[in-house]
Antibody, heavy 119, light 108 residues
């Protein structure tokens, strides 16, 4: 059974850097074809894909946020970390991590963590 | 980037009724890589349909997906209490992967 859980600060100040960790079980990020993504949902708005990292360390980013995002993995700890720089109140959202295989949808998701950006 | 437009925004129905949700893409979805998710706020989104028509593991057969190219439909044949939620379509055929804005299915 695949499980994922997001963790990180619930409140960050504008201009600060957000660091979120996705801790997972039930799969390995060293297995060919496996990837973990980050997706967010601002209050009352739609889901928005942010970043993805594959087993081979290939990374993909949402083009409009590419300059602010970094995704990394620690295979030994079963963790994926997302950093987002220069946080703004518009970045207030629930942040989710999700498992996917190449050419497949996001088949397992964490419950999400709400991050509020406010001074 | 492929823009997905879902309609209607809200669907008010009674348990036992049939729900039909639409998702239209701004350009053809590669290989019909179109998924549907159910989301109850505060919970993890749940994959229902992938490849436009295939049900994910454990999804009951009252959920059905149809369509190809730019027009897709999710049908729930007989609504049950746990089906009242927000539904999102998503294309995973080309990066950046994108979601529709959602259809809320609420109890009438």
């Amino acid at each position: 059974q695949i499980t994922l859980k997001e963790s990180g600060p619930t409140l960050v100040k504008p201009t600060q850097t957000l660091t979120l960790t996705c801790t997972f079980s039930g799969f390995s990020l060293s297995t060919s074809g496996v990837g973990v993504s980050w997706i967010r949902q601002p209050p009352g708005k739609a889901l928005e894909w942010l970043a993805l990292i594959y087993w081979n360390d290939e990374k993909r980013y949402r083009p409009s946020l590419r300059s602010r995002l970094t995704i990394t993995k620690d295979t030994s700890k079963n963790e994926v970390v997302l950093t987002m720089t220069d946080m703004d109140p518009v970045d207030t959202a629930s942040y989710y991590c999700a498992h996917r295989l190449i050419a497949a949808p996001f088949d397992s998701w964490g419950q999400g963590t709400l991050v509020t950006v406010s001074s | 980037e492929i823009v997905l437009t879902q309609s209607p925004g809200t669907l008010s129905l009674s348990p036992g009724e049939r729900a039909t949700l639409s998702c239209r893409a701004s350009q053809s979805v590669s290989s019909n890589f179109l998924a549907w998710y159910l989301h109850i706020p505060g919970q993890a989104p749940r994959l229902l349909i992938y490849g436009a028509t295939s049900r994910a593991t454990g999804i009951p057969d009252r959920f059905g997906g149809r369509g190809s190219g730019t027009d897709f439909t999710l049908t729930i044949s007989r609504l049950e209490a746990e089906d009242f939620a927000v539904y999102y379509c998503q294309q995973y055929g080309s990066s950046p992967w994108t979601f529709g804005q959602g259809t809320k299915v609420e109890i009438k």
